[in-house]
């Protein structure tokens, strides 16, 4: 069982609120009622992508959730655990935003002891969950292009949501490319800042932009994510 402290979006909703109420008076063209909506209402969130199109939600009644990433040989020759680290991220994540997860260190055992496996199904079957979040991880680096002195975290990936049945079957019911870069505003000079510290840094912001395929987040936090 996970026990990852976590701040789901209702717990965050006060200091975003500050946030929106400051950028709200500071523009002078903010109305005074719609300043009292954001008081009343709260700031405005973004149902996730997963929910709009499938019309279920992974924090319904008996979900449970197995997460797993596959990175190929040119991703894992530079980083060789990626794979592993990612998925242990989004699994927190969804753990944090009340989900259900299978412990991220069950499925890397089982991945270790059975390493011809070739379908996400496999890993749905082998722990009886009913949902696998499967990451196909095509591109990872941690540098700005061309250069070993700035870091800038890039990924490209494709998330799949395997649904599966009684008898161990899986059908897939949801898709959708994730394409990230962060900092986006601007590189970090690595001087300033270890490569194990960026490295979390990263894996904790995909991770988290992965995340908001499955929940709730507030219009605020796209505003604050060009750090």
Known sequence: ?????????????????????????????????????????GPPTIEPAFEKETKESLTDKGVTVAVVCFAPDEVRYSFEDVDRELAKHVAFRLHQHKIKVIAPDRVKQWLDENRDWDY??????????????YIDLNKFTLFEEGSTTLYRGAAEAIVSVIKM???????????????SKFPK??????????YNSFKVEYLSRLSDEIG????????????????
């Open 1 to 41: 069982m996970l026990t990852a402290k976590q701040t789901p979006v209702k717990a965050r909703g006060l200091w975003m609120l500050v946030f929106a109420a400051g950028a709200c008076l500071a523009n002078c063209g903010c109305s005074y009622l719609l300043f009292a909506g954001l008081l009343l209402g």
């Open 120 to 133: 996400p199904e496999e890993i749905g079957a082998a722990f009886k969950c009913t949902h696998v979040v």
């Open 165 to 179: 049945d009684d008898d161990g079957e899986g059908e897939k019911i949801f898709s959708l490319e994730s394409i």
């Open 185 to 194: 505003l601007r590189p970090k000079a690595a001087a300033e800042q270890s």
């Open 212 to 227: 908001r395929m499955f929940y709730e987040y507030y219009i605020a936090d796209e505003m604050m994510d060009q750090g």
